[in-house]
């Protein structure tokens, strides 16, 4: 009686998601137009807060250099110390556009902020001397196609959209990011549908913070960052603060753009879930308890109903599975890789659950949030941030 009532409840599930959750798995549906040769709509400023990213920031800050639409860039140095500025100022003397390049230094965190957010607060600023129509905020990671900028303001016109914001390719070579990099694109957009986050008429808002393009105007009105200044998950934050104040948003995946960030271990893909996760559910115990209950029936349930004895049971259990590996399959493809990895998403799931009860855990014993040195999200914290001991 139990594994059928699980059994059913698994189908249903995926019935749901399949069919009703905004085609969150139709990879099409996410993918932008960017036909035609329409001319960028105003002027726009690039905002980089970066923190001890010396590794990467070179040839990041050459990428935004090098795009197709003009514009400088504001590098908001959050106290690195391995030379991050050094490293960006050589960067762009090296592409000859040395002018183009502003670097400023962050000032000491203030109570409640996050270390982004003020760093992003600080970049736009300084940004406003220009008075840009359009800002865009980027993670010193990422890697630029010469048009991704083009393309972001291309699909701004078409809207009009208030904030666009691509999906980057995130980095998929090694054994943990093969396995959990295309669930966590996944996931990420079974929580947040595209197609709902672009509707007007609802509530659902998200962007993907590494690549986003925000009208300044909106921006303003709907009070700045300083608005979410705490926000942990400052992309989704800056989103649905967007949307309350009737902005328009627009979320999709791009190839133009890469991560260049490397999770070569399991252990540095559970650092990242686990710093946001318990966020995700605002501290809820009981949004976590139900986190749990959900992700079993959804993913763990159809694999474990194939060993039951009964022939009802173990069809459900197949179908559901079934439902699960064709919809995941999308991404599979998108990150070109053997079909065979679509059967893998149970134990992507299973990952994924293991953070998200460690961030939980992260967040009562006062470690949680840990971002390059800084916590940023603990039980009754007094401060926003604090070093990590």
Known sequence: ????????????????????????????????????????????????????????IGPVITSLLNQSVAMPVVL???????????VAQRAAEKAGKADALIVIQSKPLPMWWTGKLWAMHQGIERARAFNPAWLLSVDADVLHGPETVANLGRIASQGPYDLVSFMVKLHCESLAEKLLIPAFVYFFFMLYPPAWIRDPR????????GCILV??????????????????????????LLKQHDGRLWIGLTDQSQSLRRYETFSD????????????????????????????????????????HSRLTIFMGAAAWAAMTITYSTMVRYYRLNPAWALTLPLAAFFYLGATMHSAVKYWNGSGGDWKGRVQDVQDRHITETPLC
């Open 1 to 56: 009686m139990l594994a059928t009532s699980v059994a059913s409840l698994t189908v249903a599930t995926w019935a749901y998601l399949a069919l009703a959750r905004g085609s969150f798995w139709r990879i099409q549906s996410a993918k932008p137009d960017t036909s035609g040769k329409a001319e960028f709509p105003g002027s726009v400023v690039a905002v980089v807060p970066a923190r001890n990213e010396a590794e990467l």
């Open 76 to 86: 908001v140095d959050d106290e690195s110390t391995d030379g991050t500025a050094d």
């Open 202 to 209: 609802r509530s659902t808002a998200g962007a993907a913070g």
């Open 215 to 240: 009208r300044a105007e909106t921006l303003e009105r709907a009070g700045g960052l300083e608005s979410i200044r705490g926000a942990v998950i400052d992309d989704c934050s800056l989103a649905r």
């Open 269 to 308: 893909v559970e650092h990242m879930v686990s710093r946001t996760a318990f966020n995700q559910l605002n501290h809820s115990s009981l949004l976590l308890l139900g986190t749990i209950a959900g992700m079993v029936i959804t993913y763990l349930a159809p694999p474990l109903l194939l060993l039951t």
